[in-house]
Every structure is written in structure tokens, then in C-alpha cells.
């Protein structure tokens, strides 16, 4: 089984200040796919990581894939309360020939004004 | 307006009950999940669908039964739920294997 381990498990921070949440595997992956379910609603999308050590930015969030595709981290640059959340780390399932996704269990934030 | 819509969003029964969870995606995909969330615990797969035929079971108890009739629409039938069944169930949707999925907002069911 591709464990996904997220930490930390939880974060609670004031407006402004900068935050890392970390997604690890002792497994490869070929892609690794970020989340963030508030509070009432599904997992949303943010983004979708591919290559080796690829750094993409969403606006104030930073997200790194490492160079051997076992780990990934996300960072944020003076988080606003609509950055509270449920931050979910996802990647398929190389066993799997259809591919399913495993999700780490999350890392919740709480953002503070 | 997130395209998978979920129905009821909130729904209480006892154990004896028979109820069912709908689900809707207005994408044009052609796979369609449920997932299981609990506190605490990565989201676990139940089923998958792809163009309306079951792809996956992941060893989900037989009180627990899928149906999609068509690649739009899927539902959880439930009947005899344990008190541990307890959860937010998540239906999600996407064009094929290990493409992003996009979730509706859930069904949060309470066993009494």
C-alpha cells in the first residue's frame, strides 16, 4: 500500500503568518495532486504536480514535488482566514491499472484574524 | 456550484432503515466514486465507476450497495447501517484514471 503521511496533523495560526504543511511516502509517485475541503464542502483541486522537484505557485501558495516524487509540501505566504481548511495530499495508486487515488488524512488549518 | 451534486446533505436514520445517497455531475465524465470520510482518517475509496460499469469494491460491507444508471447519475443504497457508519460520504467524478476529481459537498449521515 503507498502510504501518504501528512503533517502536521494540525495548525493554527494568525493572519499573516507564513505556514509549510508536508506530504510524505516511502513510495514513488507519478504525480501527487493537492486539496483543500473547507469547512461543509467536498475537496477542491488546487493543483496537480508532475515533474521531479517542479515548484508551482497559486498565488500565496507554494507547491514543491520532490526530486525523487516521494514527498511534496505546500507553502503559504501570509495566510488569510479564507486559507482555513482541510489541505489533502492525493497520487494514484501505481498498482492500480485503473489508477485510484490515495489520500493522505490531511492537514487541518485555522487561520486567526 | 461545484458540477457533482449530492442529495441529501444531511440525513439521520436508524439502524433498521433502508435510504439512499444521490449523486449528479453535470462534467461529461465518464468515472464516478464514492468515498468514505471519518475524522481523523485518510478518505477511503467504496466504489468506482467507469461508464456506468462497477470498476472497483473495496471490500465494502454488503450493506453498502451501489447502483449507476448511467455515466451522470450514481447512488449508495444503504439498509441496516452500523453505528460506525457514521460519516460524510463524498462523491466524486473525472474524465478517467488518475485524472483530478472533482468532489461534491457530501452527504453527512448519522446511524442512531
Known amino acids: 500500500t503507498q502510504l501518504l503521511e501528512q503533517s502536521p496533523q494540525f495548525l493554527s495560526i494568525q493572519e499573516g503568518e507564513n505556514l509549510t504543511v508536508y506530504c510524505n511516502s516511502s513510495?514513488?509517485?507519478?504525480?501527487l495532486q493537492w486539496y483543500r475541503q473547507e469547512p461543509g464542502e467536498g475537496p477542491v483541486l488546487l493543483v496537480t504536480?508532475?515533474?521531479?522537484?517542479e515548484v508551482k505557485k497559486l498565488k500565496r501558495l507554494t507547491f514543491q514535488f520532490g526530486d525523487a516524487r516521494k514527498d511534496s509540501s505546500l507553502h503559504i505566504t501570509a495566510a488569510q482566514p479564507g486559507d482555513t481548511g482541510l489541505y489533502l495530499c492525493?497520487?494514484?495508486?501505481?498498482?492500480?491499472?485503473?489508477?485510484?487515488?490515495?489520500f493522505g488524512a490531511g492537514t487541518q488549518v485555522v487561520v486567526t484574524p | 456550484e461545484t458540477g457533482v451534486t449530492q442529495t441529501p446533505r444531511h440525513l439521520v436514520m436508524g439502524m433498521t432503515n433502508k435510504k439512499s445517497l444521490k449523486c449528479e455531475q453535470h462534467?461529461?465524465?465518464?468515472?464516478m466514486y464514492w468515498y468514505k470520510q471519518s475524522a481523523k482518517k485518510p478518505l477511503e475509496l467504496m466504489f468506482v465507476?467507469?461508464?456506468?460499469?462497477?470498476?472497483e469494491n473495496n471490500s465494502v460491507p454488503s450493506r453498502f450497495s451501489p447502483e449507476c444508471p448511467n455515466s451522470s447519475h450514481l447512488f449508495l443504497h444503504l439498509h441496516t447501517l452500523q453505528p460506525e457508519d457514521s460519516a460524510l460520504y463524498l462523491c466524486?467524478?473525472?474524465?478517467?484514471?488518475?485524472?483530478?476529481?472533482?468532489f461534491g459537498d457530501g452527504t453527512r449521515l448519522s446511524i442512531l
Open positions: 504536480v508532475v515533474t521531479g522537484g
Open positions: 492525493a497520487g494514484p495508486v501505481t498498482t492500480d491499472s485503473w489508477g485510484k487515488l490515495q
Open positions: 465507476y467507469n461508464f456506468k460499469e462497477q470498476t
Open positions: 513510495s514513488v509517485f507519478s504525480s
Open positions: 466524486a467524478s473525472s474524465h478517467g484514471a488518475r485524472q483530478p476529481q472533482h
Open positions: 462534467l461529461g465524465h465518464n468515472a
